[in-house]
């Protein structure tokens, strides 16, 4: 009741993208204000034309009022993109090095500061597209290893695993159970034998 | 004690750093990460973990502050610090996403006392994990719920049947927290021994994310070596 029952298996993309909304990013601001105490932060003196970081949300508000630009990270451009695109291409085992919230990220630059980014807009839309399919079909291949005890999956993001997580908890809890229904029927059967063996002996 | 937490390390930072600014600055900021932590472990552990006193104590006190600061600007028109919209905009959202973390921490807490209520009552361990409202909130809500059922259907069951705790024939009525739960984690601090999943020995290596089941790595959840994500 005080939870709502599907926030309680994961978490939503809107919480997902509100946590992603607390982490740094750098501005360019338009504008120059003196500092702001914050609860949790305190924000620097702006100066007009001088770089600074500041929270992504701070850094949206400032740019729906148009008073500064916001800098991409350096892996949302048409370069960096196709160079991880093959490296996830070579690497078939394994997912490259993107941030733990590259989705998140992009998702809100192409709605908020689509006229920040370097590159055009649409391509970086599609590369970012062809880079979440390949993941996804990874994560699919690998969820083919998963076992009752342990999966590793470095470099996943938050996204995709919220994605994945209310079918493999599932499944891997089920797996669990399965598990010791038969170490415990085992552990019978050789009760029953020792007791079989203490009746020969006699 | 722990409402002064931040004016104690004011002064101490005053003696060996002069310029505190930057460190009670530092300090907000981590408050704000270990706030989303708990508010993560809290959402994915099946069990019910401890309660942050001191981190909520110290950031609502910032929060009640920041209250101040608002009515006191908001009513006062003839401001004479021009960017004081715009300001507030600021102020109101970030007090918007501190009010929805703790909000969201509180609750997902307390439908977890809901559900695990007769096991908690049986635990000095997990009573002692409750904040003192949470107690009480948890006494009341027992009480008035036995009372419920007891007038519903319960007095006019035979008595052996009666209790709501009953463990005889093999089987708990006690809802206990899914250890074996599986849960994602991220490997925040380096652990030196590997640990034993079922008949498998795992090691985790830092930055590493991992799916495993919650028993596996319940204390290294409490001291913070892996987060859940």
């Known amino acids: 009741m005080s939870l709502p029952n599907d926030l309680k298996i994961t978490l939503s993309p809107q919480e997902v993208e509100f946590l992603t909304e607390s982490e740094m990013i750098t501005i360019l601001p338009r504008y120059s204000m003196n500092k702001l105490e914050l609860i949790t932060d305190d924000i620097p003196k702006l100066m007009a034309m001088h770089r600074i970081q500041v929270p992504l949300w701070y850094a949206l508000i400032l740019k729906q009022q148009r008073k500064c630009s916001i800098v991409p990270p350096n892996w949302l451009n048409h370069k960096s993109l196709k160079e991880f695109f093959q490296s996830e291409v070579t690497e078939l085992n394994q997912f490259s090095k993107l941030p733990h919230n590259w989705l998140e990220l992009s998702k809100i630059f192409f709605e908020n500061a689509a006229d920040d980014l370097s590159d055009e807009p649409a391509k970086l839309k599609s590369l970012i597209q062809d880079l979440?399919?390949?993941?996804?079909?990874?994560?699919?291949?690998?969820?083919?290893?998963?076992?009752?005890s342990h999966l590793q999956l470095d470099n996943l993001s938050i996204l995709e695993i919220n994605e994945i997580r209310p079918f493999v908890v599932e499944v891997m809890g089920k797996l669990t159970k399965l598990k010791q229904v038969i170490t415990n029927e085992i552990d019978e059967d050789r009760l029953e034998d020792r007791d079989n063996d203490d009746d020969l002996m006699e | 004690m722990a409402t002064n937490f931040d004016d104690i390390l004011a002064d101490f930072d005053n003696q060996v750093n002069p310029n505190n600014r930057l460190t009670l600055t530092k300090l907000k900021r981590q408050d704000l990460q270990l706030l989303q932590t708990v508010w993560i472990n809290e959402r994915m552990a099946p069990e019910l973990l401890t309660y942050e006193h001191e981190l909520i104590e110290r950031i609502l006190s910032r929060l009640r502050d920041q209250v101040e600061f608002i009515e006191l600007n908001s009513i006062d028109i003839q401001?004479?610090?021009?960017?004081?919209?715009?300001?507030?905009?600021?102020?109101?959202?970030?007090?918007?996403?501190?009010?929805f973390l703790l909000r969201s921490y509180l609750r997902t807490r307390l439908s977890k006392i809901d559900r695990l209520t007769v096991f908690i009552r049986t635990s000095d361990e997990f009573i002692q994990r409750l904040s003192e409202e949470e107690t009480i909130y948890m006494e009341n809500h027992f009480k008035s719920l036995v009372q419920l059922y007891n007038n519903l259907f319960l007095n006019t069951m035979p008595e052996q049947l009666q209790s709501l705790d009953d463990e005889s024939g093999g089987i708990s009525m006690i809802e206990q927290p899914d250890w074996n739960k599986p849960v994602f984690i991220r490997v925040v601090n380096d652990?030196?021994?590997?640990?034993?999943?079922?008949d498998e020995e795992v090691e985790l290596e830092k930055e590493g994310i991992y799916l495993l089941r919650y028993s596996a790595v319940k204390n290294f959840v409490h001291n913070r070596d892996v987060v859940l994500i």
């Open chain 1, 132 to 148: 979440k399919e390949l993941r996804l079909i990874k994560v699919k291949k690998g969820l083919s290893l998963i076992n009752e």
């Open chain 2, 79 to 99: 401001n004479t610090d021009k960017d004081i919209k715009l300001k507030l905009v600021v102020i109101e959202s970030e007090l918007g996403r501190v009010n």
């Open chain 2, 191 to 198: 652990i030196k021994e590997s640990i034993i999943v079922g």
